[in-house]
């Protein structure tokens, strides 16, 4: 059996399972580095966040009050904490969305957002994510413009084959929510402050 391994086809061979057990390392390495941790909590703009049902319920009489204004032709605006947005966020994705993200907080920070949540994956495993940018409040729904995701302790020029599933996993969470008005969010250290035109 010796001389195979030292003949030309034998030495392919010997190359080629070289190379898929280091394809197959390679992947096992991320998937646990995947799972094993991750980016951590956002840091809130403006103290900690507390995610209730009351912040949620603020948040929406809010909401309504301003489009209210709006439905009545006037130009209006309202001002959000990272609490109220947080809450709102973890409600509507756990309670209304069959997206598997959960424990949603909100960060916001002078011109864009960090977003952190727990992403349950295959077999029941759990990774944490982080996704930093902004959101287009000018279409019919909301689109997220997403400048960075982090996953897991996966190094960020891995997660490019990932992305793409949070990114979906995000779309798809905003694609149900119809906006009546054009909105500009104007984001500041810990609030966002949403202006709105009829």
């Given at each position: 059996?010796?001389?195979?391994?030292?003949?030309?086809?034998?030495?392919?061979?010997?190359?080629?399972?070289?190379?898929?057990?280091?394809?197959?390392?390679?992947?096992?390495?991320?998937?646990?580095?995947?799972?094993?941790?991750?980016?951590?909590?956002?840091?809130?703009?403006?103290?900690?966040?507390?995610?209730?049902?009351?912040n949620?319920?603020?948040?929406?009489?809010?909401?309504?009050?301003?489009?209210?204004?709006?439905?009545?032709?006037?130009?209006?605006?309202?001002?959000?904490s990272?609490?109220?947005?947080?809450?709102?966020?973890?409600?509507?994705?756990?309670?209304?969305?069959?997206?598997?993200?959960?424990?949603?907080?909100?960060?916001?920070?002078?011109?864009?957002?960090?977003?952190?949540?727990?992403?349950?994956?295959?077999l029941?495993?759990?990774?944490?994510?982080?996704?930093k940018?902004?959101?287009?409040?000018?279409?019919?729904?909301?689109s997220?413009?997403?400048?960075?995701?982090?996953?897991?302790?996966?190094?960020?020029?891995?997660?490019?084959?990932?992305?793409?599933?949070v990114?979906?996993?995000?779309?798809?969470?905003?694609?149900?929510?119809?906006?009546?008005?054009?909105?500009?969010?104007?984001?500041?250290?810990?609030?966002?402050?949403?202006?709105?035109?009829?």
């Amino acid at each position: 059996m010796s001389f195979f391994w030292t003949s030309p086809l034998g030495m392919v061979m010997g190359a080629v399972l070289t190379v898929i057990a280091a394809a197959l390392i390679f992947a096992g390495i991320n998937v646990v580095l995947a799972f094993s941790g991750g980016p951590g909590p956002c840091t809130p703009g403006d103290g900690p966040i507390t995610v209730t049902v009351a912040n949620a319920v603020t948040f929406q009489e809010k909401w309504d009050s301003f489009d209210r204004i709006l439905d009545g032709g006037s130009p209006s605006s309202v001002t959000l904490s990272e609490s109220e947005v947080s809450s709102r966020a973890d409600q509507y994705i756990t309670q209304e969305t069959d997206v598997d993200f959960k424990d949603i907080r909100v960060c916001l920070h002078d011109g864009y957002g960090e977003g952190t949540a727990k992403l349950e994956a295959l077999l029941g495993l759990t990774t944490e994510v982080r996704v930093k940018g902004s959101l287009d409040l000018t279409g019919d729904t909301p689109s997220a413009q997403i400048d960075d995701i982090e996953i897991g302790n996966v190094p960020g020029f891995i997660t490019g084959a990932v992305e793409s599933l949070v990114e979906d996993a995000i779309d798809e969470a905003l694609q149900d929510i119809n906006l009546k008005h054009t909105y500009t969010p104007n984001l500041s250290e810990g609030q966002a402050q949403i202006d709105g035109q009829s």
